[in-house]
């Protein structure tokens, strides 16, 4: 069965798409539609780094919309900015 392509709107190419959509409702079928497995895979990275400076509890409602509103800004808005104070580790 051949990969499913996506022309990705955070890379902005044609590459391989996700195998099911990743997050529920209407945001999550618009990444489906539209966010490769490499940009994904980014946002997994981005998103580790959320729960930890933020000390987010991925169960919460708060948590959830949190993320959700991050996840819009990452892929569809002007990005999702690092925590206040962040400092990368090297």
């Known amino acids: ?42 946002w997994l990275d981005f998103l580790r780094m959320l729960i930890n400076e933020y000390r987010l509890v991925p169960s919460s409602r708060e948590a959830q919309e949190f993320i959700a509103k991050q996840m819009e800004q990452f892929f569809f808005g002007e990005g999702s900015a690092h925590p206040p104070g962040y400092v990368p580790v090297k």
Do not use: F, T
Request: overall charge neutral; hydrophobic content about 35%; some cysteine.
């Open 1 to 42: 069965m051949a990969q499913r392509m996506v022309k990705c709107v955070k890379l902005h190419k044609e590459l391989p798409g996700l195998e099911e959509s990743p997050w529920a409702g209407e945001l999550g079928q618009r990444i489906y539609d539209n966010v490769s497995q490499q940009a994904w895979s980014q």
